[in-house]
């Protein structure tokens, strides 16, 4: 690997640079990504490619993906967001985060390769991935769609297939009012004559009509791919092929059967480039593990479950989840989401489930205060207890817990990952 000397030597120098580089925190276009990628040298195909959009289970399909080509032997990159614990979890290899020093060293790269482009953090982060990826020479790479599809800088490469996930409300001042709007935005990953594979089962008509008219090969659950559940186990089936007895995911609620069953669908159209076999994607589902997905963890006698549920479609599952959890103390919130989510459709989810909650405020442009809390959950009949910090939160709240209570932590990613951090999970 070619070595730069850094404009910075550290990588929280090098994010903190990259949030003030462009103008625009979130900049819809594909412009200046094409460019600097020209510049860079990374605007040809460099691998085989599978790019993943929809509204929420993207991570869960990328992970599945992961595990399976992993499985497989292959050389699998992932390039995902947000992150739990650090920035480096967003570029992987084989499972293995991004080492701080070839971090840096990409970084570099791309600062002197990209002139006098101006690039967002998440178009920065992305093309370091790409970078990474080529130097190291992977067999395959999963990219994770930032926000919509048509205009995210993931969609400025070609790539072999695309898988949406499912659509629901959700950044609707960037994507449109409702699902039609939404899931025409999703649909620009799709490409001409290629494959593509929708695992909501009641996806948009406008995805429909999109694929259609540029005529996309679609691969549908319910039609062309679906599951069987089993008391301890259950079946893929395809329209030529059967997976018997694949053990559930060991995360998640029911819809990971659905993102699953997608991921199968999406490594076994590829197989004609890169092989597979039944026992690798058996292996690849049951050891796929991921945080913060109704995440469960059994701590001195108490529960502690962490859901990155943001929107009303996140917090409906998570709910059916808390509804199916036998508890016999109280259940617990502790949860924050940004000021442009539907907070008031959120929490009327899990209002039948939740005895006391409690909101921390978070510091950033698009956080939610304890004001907007009080004037979208006005109407409601609840008690909210509002803390400055997530660790004046925890402080109150852990030594209050009981034995048998179930503490919850939901919302933005900046709420689930320090309270995950404190605890040490």
């Known amino acids: ?48 490619s599978i790019v993943i959009a929809g509204t929420n289970g993207k991570g869960s399909s990328v992970a599945f993906l992961e595990g399976i080509y992993f499985e497989a032997g292959y050389k ?10 650090c920035f480096n979890e967003r570029i992987r290899i084989n499972k293995e985060q991004i ?11 791309i600062d002197v390769a990209r002139k006098e482009v101006s690039l967002s953090y998440f178009e920065y982060s992305f093309i370091a991935a790409l970078y990474y990826f080529v130097i190291e020479n992977i067999d395959i790479a999963l990219f994770e769609v930032g926000l919509g599809g048509r205009l995210d800088v993931v969609n400025s490469i070609d790539h072999d297939l695309s898988l949406i996930t499912s659509i629901d409300l959700d950044h609707q001042s960037w994507l449109g009012d409702d699902r039609d709007s939404i899931g025409l935005e999703k649909a620009g990953v799709m490409r001409p004559k290629k494959p593509s594979v929708i695992s909501d089962r009641n996806p948009p008509k ?73 026992i690798d994607i058996k292996k690849g ?25 943001h929107n009303p479609a996140s917090t409906k599952i998570l709910a059916q989840k808390l509804k199916s959890i036998p508890n ?20 009327a989810n899990l209002i039948p489930y939740i005895d006391e909650w409690n909101f921390v405020a978070l510091e950033g442009d698009r956080s939610c205060s304890s004001k907007d809390i009080i004037k979208n959950l006005s109407n409601f009949d609840i008690t909210i207890s509002s803390h400055s910090s997530v660790d004046l939160a925890y402080s109150v709240i ?24 404190i605890l040490g999970l």
């Open 398 to 421: 852990e030594p209050t817990a009981k034995k048998g209570d179930l503490v919850v932590i939901f919302g933005s990613f900046r709420i689930v990952a320090p309270v995950m951090t």
């Open 99 to 109: 080492k701080d020093s070839d971090l840096i060293n990409v970084f570099s790269l």
């Open 328 to 347: 016999k103390g109280k259940v617990i919130a502790i949860f924050s989401m940004l000021r442009d989510k539907d907070i008031k459709s959120s929490i």
């Open 76 to 85: 699998v990159g992932s390039f995902t967001s947000p992150h739990i614990s």
């Open 206 to 278: 406008s995805i429909l009509e999109y694929a259609q008219n540029i005529k996309a090969v679609l691969h549908r659950i319910g039609s062309s791919f679906d599951y069987t559940r089993k008391e301890n186990y259950w079946d893929y089936f395809s329209d030529n092929d059967v997976i018997h007895s694949i053990d559930y995911p060991s995360f998640g609620a029911d819809i990971q059967l659905d993102n699953a069953s997608g991921s199968i669908a999406a490594a076994k159209i590829m197989s004609n480039s890169l092989p597979i076999n039944k």
């Open 1 to 48: 690997m070619v070595k730069l000397l850094p404009r910075f030597s550290k990588v929280e120098e090098w994010l903190h640079w990259l949030e003030n580089l462009h103008p625009t925190k979130i900049d819809l276009t594909l412009d200046r990504a094409k460019k600097a990628l020209t510049n860079i040298g990374l605007d040809e195909k460099k691998f085989p």
């Open 285 to 309: 589902i049951s050891r796929t593990k991921i945080k913060g997905r109704i995440d469960k963890y059994h701590i001195n006698g108490v529960d502690w479950l962490f859901d990155v549920a």
